[in-house]
């Protein structure tokens, strides 16, 4: 799952007014404050829960946001037309629920008629139309635009070729929402739970515009409402009471926390400042097992860590074998053993293994034995025209954290010792490195990819030509008509076998190194109670409860 909106700092005076009175996990102390910290809460007060959230949100704004710390609050703040399931299905959100044509090529939606937003209007159908509008409008500059690209209009309004109100989105009455597509969709419900498809406050969007997300600003028709972003620290959000289904919400006030050093999350944890942690600390994860077995929480997780090139920047650009090189001298194995270890499995593909009807694709050398690889890697590496005498340098840039760190030090090792590679490691905060990517500037970069629904497309259509978010800058013409191919497929078994030959495409050509998949992972208080896992690694704020 993977821009940066501006945001302003609340000033005190307004935070105080907005969460007065509320209690917190350690104190009394306001917990809209920038200076007041969660440790100090009152117990008694079991209400206001406290989520760990790595790096910074880039944007609260729907349409604009771009990363999984922005999806998790957006998902607390905004209702699809469907949710996330407990078990990672899509389930009735604001459609309460909805049927397929027999080509596959039209949806229609209901909606719940008692669905209002936060200031009580009625939420309807035009909502999800301007919203969906409003994502594919070049005006908007989102980067997951190319999303919804099978409904019917959207790549030429992405393209400037068409108008957004063009788009295959119909409300032809307040309760009943058309969506019209070029080619079958069967992942379209769970697609239609992604943040970049939740519906606008028309009202406040045309009296505010892009300030529309700001405190103040801000109406929603999620179970929570924005009342501070202080940047840098957290998000704070509080009960939305005019939410359709606020009879089962059991928290009151939830601050979503910025930390993306692992270990002092883990630390703020220990201290109950937090009540369920973003991740936990590899370095101290046998202690963790021992100490808190009931409350470690792991599982299979949709998500695929890797080193991209830019593919617009020589050396790599135009020297595939090169980049082929790189890739098999890492021995994924001992990352996973030495440095994750949390029970990841090694990456020799881009496709998680698990995800629904695709069988996981896998490089070409993947079984071979490391001394064949290194051989061949090193036959690559001297017909590229380096050598002990001329070595490969360039950078490697990631963002800050500790498993980040350690990953770029085993791996540029490796490089070294197998190739001679020289390479430049830099660490600079998630935001920076988002930047640095568009800008263009970079050698080699780490990123991770989440899937944002339970199908191989949602991983296969990042290296799309035309998509927003192909951070590699990779183009191949038979990659693109594969996708194409399989999106126009009606047939489940030829549109599997489609993908898969897509993936091999892709991972012959070497745009990126795929090191690990994901495993879920949290420590979760014995105070929560609702918890879940599932492949998505997505537990919404209002299935939870806080007991004393």
Same mark, same amino acid.
């Given at each position: 799952?993977?821009?940066?909106?501006?945001?302003?700092?609340?000033?005190?005076?307004?935070?105080?007014?907005?969460?007065?009175?509320?209690?917190?996990?350690?104190?009394?102390?306001?917990?809209?404050?920038?200076?007041?910290?969660?440790?100090?809460?009152?117990?008694?007060?079991?209400?206001?829960?406290?989520?760990?959230?790595?790096?910074?949100?880039?944007?609260?704004?729907?349409?604009?946001?771009?990363?999984?710390?922005?999806?998790?609050?957006?998902?607390?703040?905004?209702?699809?037309?469907?949710?996330?399931?407990?078990?990672?299905?899509?389930?009735?959100?604001?459609?309460?629920?909805?049927?397929?044509?027999?080509?596959?090529?039209?949806?229609?939606?209901?909606?719940?008629?008692?669905?209002?937003?936060?200031?009580?209007?009625?939420?309807?159908?035009?909502?999800?139309?301007?919203?969906?509008?409003?994502?594919?409008?070049?005006?908007?500059?989102?980067?997951?635009?190319?999303?919804?690209?099978?409904?019917?209009?959207?790549?030429?309004?992405?393209?400037?070729?068409?108008?957004?109100?063009?788009?295959?989105?119909?409300?032809?009455?307040?309760?009943?929402?058309?969506?019209?597509?070029?080619?079958?969709?069967?992942?379209?419900?769970?697609?239609?739970?992604?943040?970049?498809?939740?519906?606008?406050?028309?009202?406040?969007?045309?009296?505010?515009?892009?300030?529309?997300?700001?405190?103040?600003?801000?109406?929603?028709?999620?179970?929570?409402?924005?009342?501070?972003?202080?940047?840098?620290?957290?998000?704070?959000?509080? /009960?939305?009471?005019?939410?359709?289904?606020?009879?089962?919400?059991?928290?009151?006030?939830?601050?979503?926390?910025?930390?993306?050093?692992?270990?002092?999350?883990?630390?703020?944890?220990?201290?109950?400042?937090?009540?369920?942690?973003?991740?936990?600390?590899?370095?101290?994860?046998?202690?963790?097992?021992?100490?808190?077995?009931?409350?470690?929480?792991?599982?299979?997780?949709?998500?695929?860590?890797?080193?991209?090139?830019?593919?617009?920047?020589?050396?790599?650009?135009?020297?595939?074998?090169?980049?082929?090189?790189?890739?098999?001298?890492?021995? /994924?194995?001992?990352?996973?053993?030495?440095?994750?270890?949390?029970?990841?499995?090694?990456?020799?593909?881009?496709?998680?293994?698990?995800?629904?009807?695709?069988?996981?694709?896998?490089?070409?050398?993947?079984?071979?034995?490391?001394?064949?690889?290194?051989?061949?890697?090193?036959?690559?590496?001297?017909?590229?025209?380096?050598?002990?005498?001329?070595?490969?340098? =360039?950078?490697?840039?990631?963002?800050?954290?500790?498993?980040?760190?350690?990953?770029?030090?085993?791996?540029?090792?490796?490089?070294?010792?197998?190739?001679?590679?020289?390479?430049?490691?830099?660490?600079?905060?998630?935001?920076?490195?988002?930047?640095?990517?568009?800008?263009?500037?970079?050698?080699? =970069?780490?990123?991770?990819?989440?899937?944002?629904?339970?199908?191989?497309?949602?991983?296969?259509?990042?290296?799309?030509?035309?998509?927003?978010?192909?951070?590699?800058?990779?183009?191949?013409?038979?990659?693109?008509?594969?996708?194409?191919?399989?999106?126009?497929?009606?047939?489940?078994?030829?549109?599997?076998?489609?993908?898969?030959?897509?993936?091999?495409?892709?991972?012959?050509?070497?745009?990126?190194?795929?090191?690990?998949?994901?495993?879920?992972?949290?420590?979760?208080?014995?105070?929560?109670?609702?918890?879940?896992?599932?492949?998505?690694?997505?537990?919404?704020?209002?299935?939870?409860?806080?007991?004393?």
């Amino acid at each position: 799952m993977n821009r940066v909106a501006p945001r302003a700092l609340l000033l005190a005076a307004l935070v105080v007014l907005s969460l007065a009175g509320c209690s917190r996990p350690g104190d009394s102390t306001d917990p809209g404050a920038a200076s007041a910290t969660p440790s100090q809460a009152d117990p008694a007060a079991p209400r206001y829960l406290v989520r760990g959230n790595g790096p910074e949100p880039d944007s609260l704004d729907p349409q604009r946001a771009r990363n999984v710390e922005s999806s998790s609050v957006l998902r607390d703040m905004y209702e699809g037309l469907t949710i996330v399931g407990p078990d990672g299905s899509p389930a009735p959100g604001v459609a309460s629920e909805w049927a397929v044509s027999e080509d596959g090529l039209r949806w229609t939606f209901r909606l719940r008629p008692e669905a209002r937003w936060s200031n009580g209007d009625p939420v309807v159908a035009a909502d999800f139309v301007a919203a969906m509008q409003r994502l594919v409008d070049p005006a908007t500059a989102s980067q997951y635009a190319q999303v919804v690209d099978s409904i019917r209009n959207a790549g030429g309004i992405i393209r400037g070729q068409r108008k957004p109100a063009e788009l295959g989105v119909a409300a032809p009455d307040d309760r009943t929402l058309v969506v019209e597509l070029e080619s079958p969709t069967p992942y379209l419900p769970g697609l239609m739970s992604h943040w970049s498809t939740m519906p606008v406050h028309r009202p406040s969007l045309q009296a505010h515009g892009a300030a529309f997300v700001k405190p103040g600003n801000h109406v929603s028709n999620g179970a929570f409402r924005l009342t501070a972003w202080v940047q840098g620290a957290h998000v704070d959000l509080e /009960r939305n009471r005019n939410y359709w289904n606020d009879a089962a919400t059991r928290i009151d006030r939830l601050r979503w926390v910025s930390q993306s050093d692992e270990s002092a999350e883990y630390k703020r944890y220990r201290s109950g400042e937090l009540h369920v942690t973003y991740t936990v600390p590899r370095g101290q994860f046998d202690a963790i097992r021992r100490e808190h077995a009931d409350e470690l929480h792991l599982g299979p997780q949709l998500g695929t860590y890797f080193y991209g090139f830019n593919l617009e920047r020589e050396p790599f650009r135009s020297q595939p074998a090169l980049r082929r090189a790189l890739s098999m001298v890492i021995d /994924r194995q001992r990352l996973v053993d030495s440095v994750t270890r949390l029970g990841e499995l090694p990456a020799h593909g881009w496709v998680p293994p698990g995800t629904y009807n695709y069988a996981a694709q896998s490089l070409d050398y993947a079984a071979q034995p490391m001394s064949a690889r290194l051989a061949e890697a090193r036959r690559l590496y001297a017909a590229a025209g380096y050598s002990a005498a001329k070595p490969l340098r =360039f950078e490697l840039r990631y963002n800050t954290g500790e498993t980040h760190n350690r990953l770029a030090v085993a791996v540029a090792s490796m490089w070294k010792e197998a190739l001679g590679v020289e390479v430049a490691l830099v660490a600079v905060e998630f935001k920076v490195l988002q930047q640095d990517i568009d800008a263009g500037g970079l050698d080699v =970069f780490r990123l991770s990819w989440i899937g944002d629904y339970n199908d191989p497309y949602t991983f296969l259509q990042y290296f799309k030509g035309d998509f927003g978010i192909n951070t590699s800058r990779f183009r191949d013409a038979r990659y693109d008509a594969l996708l194409q191919q399989a999106a126009r497929e009606v047939d489940v078994e030829k549109r599997r076998l489609t993908l898969e030959e897509a993936e091999r495409v892709l991972l012959a050509a070497h745009p990126l190194i795929p090191l690990y998949f994901y495993v879920n992972k949290h420590l979760v208080s014995p105070r929560v109670r609702g918890w879940y896992d599932n492949v998505l690694n997505v537990v919404y704020s209002k299935d939870l409860e806080l007991l004393p």
